[in-house]
């Protein structure tokens, strides 16, 4: 979820997330956020939560319109994600084996064996990158459809909670969300992921 750059990101894309944030404040900051939303769904390295929690704290009337440019964006860069691992997963194999993304995509794989198209699910709201799971959907060759509705419920769950909350709470409630974070999405995908197995329970489908 939000703000969850603090640790993969010091350092190395320290400057890069200065410039995401100052894109925030730019006037032309709504498209910005739907390209930074739809280049991290694939391969950009910052989650579009740094834009758009401060503009819905600008503009908390605009919050619920900024969150859904912000999953339409980011869902459309989900299906660019998903084309390249269906497309280019040999090819770019070594160079994601060899990335700190590696692990995560593991256990993308082990998600999709587990869950399913639900794995899209979860990663809206895992502090995973999601590119790694729309890539992993490629590259598993699952069906668009369900990936592309997986990808509207998750990533807007996530995107439109942050807007509502940004709305709610202020700017303290930013500065909650940057501590917690990583819990909070934790928490979201134990929750999901244990109603998905009380549905299968309950219904007896696999």
Not at 10 to 33: D, E, I, K, Q
Not at 103 to 131: E, M, N
Request: with cysteine.
């Amino acid at each position: 979820m939000m703000l969850c750059v603090a640790s993969p990101f010091s350092n190395a894309f320290s400057n890069l997330y200065a410039r995401v944030m100052g894109w925030s404040r730019h006037p032309r900051a709504t498209r910005y956020l739907a390209v930074l939303s739809f280049a991290e769904s694939s391969f950009f390295p910052i989650p579009p939560d740094v834009m758009l929690a401060p503009m819905c704290l600008a503009r908390p009337e605009r919050a619920y319109w900024l969150a859904f440019v912000t999953t339409v964006s980011s869902v459309l860069g989900g299906l660019l994600g998903y084309f390249i691992g269906l497309w280019a997963i040999e090819m770019i194999s070594p160079w994601l084996m060899d990335s700190r993304y590696a692990p995560a995509y593991a256990l993308a794989q082990q998600w999709f064996t587990d869950y399913g198209i639900w794995a899209v699910l979860l990663a809206g709201f895992s502090p995973i990158p999601y590119k790694v799971f729309t890539i992993a959907a490629g590259a598993a060759s699952m069906a668009v459809f369900p990936f592309v509705i997986a990808s509207v419920l998750g990533r807007g769950g996530r995107f439109f909670l942050v807007a509502a909350l940004m709305k709610w709470g202020g700017a303290p409630m930013e500065q909650w969300l940057a501590r917690w974070v990583d819990r909070l999405g934790w928490i979201l995908v134990v929750l999901v992921a244990l109603g998905m197995i009380g549905y299968q329970l309950v219904t007896g489908s696999p």
